[in-house]
């Protein structure tokens, strides 16, 4: 009878075993589907960077090319100084709901 209770307690030992072993290993896996998770939203956020970078260039570059059309004989200063004072509303533009289509 105490052998039976024994290896009752045993059985009992080696399933408590079993059941943290389980835990472990379902927040082990959670931990690694968070990593995941993170890598994939840092990779996003370097790609969105990346598009921000993309997009402010562009817009550097139609400044450059509107003040290149409309006034080619300004000074190296002064088109600077035009080339920031355009990108406001050249942000107006690009980011409004307007639609400019040619005839």
Request: charged content about 40%; hydrophobic content about 40%; cysteine-free.
């Amino acid at each position: 009878m105490a052998r039976l209770l024994e290896l009752e307690k045993q059985a009992d030992i080696e399933n408590k075993k079993a059941e943290i072993l389980e835990k472990r290993v379902h927040v082990e896996n959670e931990r690694v589907e968070t990593t995941k998770k993170r890598d994939e939203a840092e990779k996003l956020k370097l790609e969105n960077e990346k598009l921000r970078l993309d997009l402010q260039r562009a817009k550097v570059q139609l400044a450059i090319e509107v003040l290149n059309k409309i006034a080619p004989n300004l000074s190296e200063t002064d088109r600077i100084s035009y080339i920031v004072r355009l990108l406001p509303p050249l942000d107006l533009l690009i980011f409004s709901e307007l639609e400019i289509t040619s005839k």
